[in-house]
């Protein structure tokens, strides 16, 4: 009798358990190549542990879906003068813990990260600034060391952490209990396994569209993929284009690609080996077919462009010509140069693709070059890709994005001599590169920007590829737009009934 | 008894020590964790400060003092990526990567040695025939295949499992089978060789010749003499099978130490790589050591001498 009231109770409970569930998608699955490395915010910046942590916590500024730069717990900005920029903040947020998010957790949060003793990975991004004050309880003024066009850009990715509670925890415990202001609280973090968040129910943005988002470390794509197709998972990230038509034509799945601020490029050494020479580092910007690349390899997921840059980032110059695919001019200049047969050493790493590296040697060896691959493992790659061009190789495959959308962060790094990464020195460009680093005149800067392109196109110190799409797998029901910089922010997605 | 005990821990001391060495010099001189923690677009500068901060920057030589120095006191150090300390992630790791070998064991032993027997009991029969093929295939397909021919199988096709995962028992089938269909194979094959050997011998005639059937013979005198090399292989298979579950760890998204090695190899992590290499060592030696004991329970004319 006792068992069959249980029986009863119990079936009486799933019964309404499955029609809840039938009107509200309670818990949200999302599967990712890896596990969050760090939950503080202020620590690790890699795409698994940012896609996490930032649903925790809310960011000084944001973008919006097209791009632009919106206030989020900053409400207005602006300048006093060329290093210095005031920012008020909104004074509705409460962290979850019911406190009250104030000026001093901006500028907390600001000398936090730029603190040495803080060993933060991400502080070159902010090392531009040299102090944050509290003016009064909803202003903070930030200092730059001298005028820093991307300083916006690189503070959409400062989040802001709670002072009293860093301060009571202790770094250590707070990256293992991080607690901020953001749509979703952690419930628990399975190290390895999966990380549980829930709503923030007094979330001053309203409320979550999810009462949970289960966040799961699946590092194999065929696995990701049968879990999305089981409903095992409702997102995934990182699906390889070869995959992506048997997802965008399931009948429970969907796929998302959005153009992002990432760009495929190929890095081609300046200063060392058959390459020095401008018209062989030419001959390979005439033999690439990045249409090709991008129809065959890519499934068309990507756009070729004409510059290391994308529409996205500011400072992208459609003015420029890129190259076009032409076998025969590169052939003519390989014969020019007598660099017929010159053997290239082409970098690579299991993190690139092995078929688009590929590709490009087989269109190089066309041409007349002996392209050798050297694949080692990512850290060996970026000693070499980094230090001495002597050492460098010859080329080199890369998707570049700074999350910053802003050439700044793409072609002076990449480019500009002195950094790690360039094998190459013009110093008309590193002029134009440095002023307009320097300078807040956004049309001045566009200018400047597109010399320091022209003079790119005729020195060919790298050739840009083609803009790279991102491509996530979502059961059908999910809504949701994926941006440039390539966030996952749970806050902006829904589920259609 | 004792003392070889004792010798065999003196030694297994000196392998271990010599191992660790090894792996630091390695992982130090193939690549520096700093390049891959920085984000691209940093400066050398910036790259060099937080080397030094990390304390990479010193002599390896330095570096490997302070290591031993840290061992010294049972310090593992931190780990440079997730900025815990390394000895908690892998322990935190080790009961699945437990939980996974004793599954693939109970597979492997389970399937393995019935069908050594039947093997070497029916030899040339259809049975045995049917039974050598699974062996063979068991031995020749990866890993990587069979896990993903099984998810997609059981888990996308039939949906009778989950497709990852490591909460409930359901999730432990499909892993625990192809992480133990390689050691099935070995023992199979290594049981239906010591029996055949067995078979031959005096004792068996004689058994038979007192009217025991064979099947008798087998169960009551040729288990326990093919034991011994079995023993062997399980000794050794049960290091294997702590070990060597990466790639089964990585395609069922099993969070043990088998894809926590792999990523801490990546990403240069030192310290949890250093803890990884310790413990598996400890246990390659331990379970050496044990199966050296089992033999002379299971035959008493065995002495452990030196």
């Known amino acids: 009798m006792k068992f069959a009231l249980a029986l009863i109770a119990a079936s009486a409970i799933s019964l309404v358990a499955s029609t809840a569930s039938a009107q509200t998608k309670e818990t949200l699955t999302i599967d990712l190549p890896n596990d969050a490395a760090t939950l503080d915010p202020h620590l690790q910046w890699n795409t698994d542990s940012y896609s996490i942590y930032r649903n925790i916590f809310d960011n000084l500024i944001t973008r919006d879906a097209s791009g632009t730069i919106v206030p989020q717990i900053a409400t207005s900005w602006k300048y006093l003068d060329d290093t210095t920029i005031e920012f008020k903040i909104r004074d509705d947020v409460t962290f979850q813990d019911g406190s009250k998010l104030t000026a001093e957790d901006v500028a907390f949060s600001i000398k936090r990260i730029v603190d040495p003793a803080l060993k933060s990975p991400q502080l070159s991004q902010f090392d531009q600034i040299k102090s944050a004050e509290v003016t009064d309880p909803v202003t903070v003024k930030i200092t730059t060391k001298s005028a820093y066009p991307a300083l916006l850009a690189q503070l959409v990715k400062l989040s802001i952490v709670p002072k009293a509670y860093v301060e009571k925890v202790g770094n250590q415990e707070f990256n293992q209990k991080p607690m901020g202001s953001g749509p979703y609280k952690l419930t628990e973090w399975k190290k390895g396994i999966e990380t549980d968040l829930e709503a923030y129910g007094s979330y001053w943005r309203g409320k979550p569209p999810f009462q949970k988002v289960v966040f799961r470390a699946v590092p194999d794509v065929s696995t990701r993929i049968a879990d999305l197709k089981t409903g095992k998972a409702d997102l995934i990230r990182d699906v390889p284009p070869d995959q992506a038509s048997s997802i965008k034509d399931g009948s429970s799945t969907q796929l998302f690609s959005g153009p992002t601020e990432r760009v495929g490029y190929l890095y081609i050494n300046a200063e060392s080996g058959p390459t020095k020479d401008v018209r062989v580092r030419q001959a390979i910007a005439y033999a690439i077919d990045k249409q090709g690349l991008v129809d065959a390899l890519l499934e068309g997921y990507g756009a070729a462009v004409n510059v290391v840059g994308a529409e996205p980032v500011f400072g992208y110059t459609d003015k420029v010509a890129g190259y076009d695919y032409d076998p025969e001019k590169a052939k003519a200049l390989i014969k020019e140069a007598g660099a017929e047969g010159a053997t290239l050493e082409f970098l690579t790493s299991p993190a690139y693709s092995r078929a688009l590296v590929e590709a490009m040697q087989q269109m190089l060896n066309d041409v007349g070059f002996k392209v050798d691959i050297a694949s080692s493992d990512q850290a060996t790659f970026l000693k070499r890709r980094q230090g001495d061009a002597a050492n460098a190789g010859s080329l080199a495959f890369g998707a570049w994005s700074c999350a910053c959308q802003d050439a700044d962060g793409i072609i002076f790094p990449l480019f500009r001599s002195g950094s790690i990464w360039a094998k190459y020195k013009n110093d008309k460009y590193d002029a134009l590169v440095d002023e307009a680093r320097s300078i807040l005149d956004e049309t001045k800067r566009k200018e400047l920007y597109a010399q320091a392109y022209e003079i790119l196109r005729q020195d060919v110190p790298g050739l840009g590829l083609y803009q790279v799409y991102a491509l996530y797998g979502a059961a059908k029901k999910l809504k949701w737009e994926p941006t440039a910089n390539e966030a996952l922010f749970v806050m902006d997605m829904s589920w259609q009934q | ?306």
Do not use: C
């Open chain 2, 1 to 306: 008894m004792a003392q070889y005990v004792a010798q065999r821990l003196l030694q297994a001391i000196i392998a271990i020590f010599g191992v660790l060495t090894i792996v630091f010099v390695v992982m130090h001189l193939s690549g520096d964790p700093t390049l891959l923690l920085v984000p691209q677009d940093a400066s050398a500068e910036m790259i060099a400060q937080l080397r030094s901060q990390l304390g990479f920057d010193r002599p390896i030589g330095v570096q490997y003092l302070d290591y031993l120095g840290g061992l010294a006191h049972l310090d593992f150090g931190d780990s440079i990526v997730q900025r815990v300390p390394a000895l908690d992630i892998v322990l935190s790791r080790l009961p699945y990567t437990i939980q996974l070998a004793a599954g693939a064991l109970v597979v492997a032993i389970g399937f393995g040695i019935p069908a050594g027997v039947l093997m070497a009991t029916n030899r040339g029969g259809i049975i045995a025939r049917i039974l050598s093929a699974v062996v063979v295939t068991g031995q020749s397909v990866p890993t990587f295949l069979s896990g993903i021919l099984l998810i997609f199988v059981f888990g996308v096709t039939l949906r009778w499992l989950p497709t990852s995962g490591s909460g409930d028992f359901a999730s432990m089938i499909m892993p625990s089978i192809a992480l133990g269909a390689l050691s099935m194979s070995t023992f199979a094959r290594m049981t239906r060789i010591s029996i055949i050997d067995e078979l031959g011998k005096d004792y068996v005639r004689a058994g038979r010749a007192r009217g025991l059937s064979l099947s008798q013979v087998v169960a009551r005198h040729v288990l326990r003499n093919a034991s011994i090399p079995v023993i062997t292989i399980a000794a050794l298979e049960i290091g294997n099978l702590l070990a060597g579950a990466v790639i089964i760890e990585t395609v069922f998204a099993w969070p043990g130490i088998g894809q926590l090695a792999i990523q801490s190899i990546q990403s240069r992590d030192f310290l949890v790589v250093q803890v990884i290499v310790l413990l598996i060592s400890f246990v390659y030696v331990l379970t050496s050591v044990l199966a050296d004991l089992v033999y002379v329970i299971v035959d008493p004319r065995i002495r452990l001498v030196r």
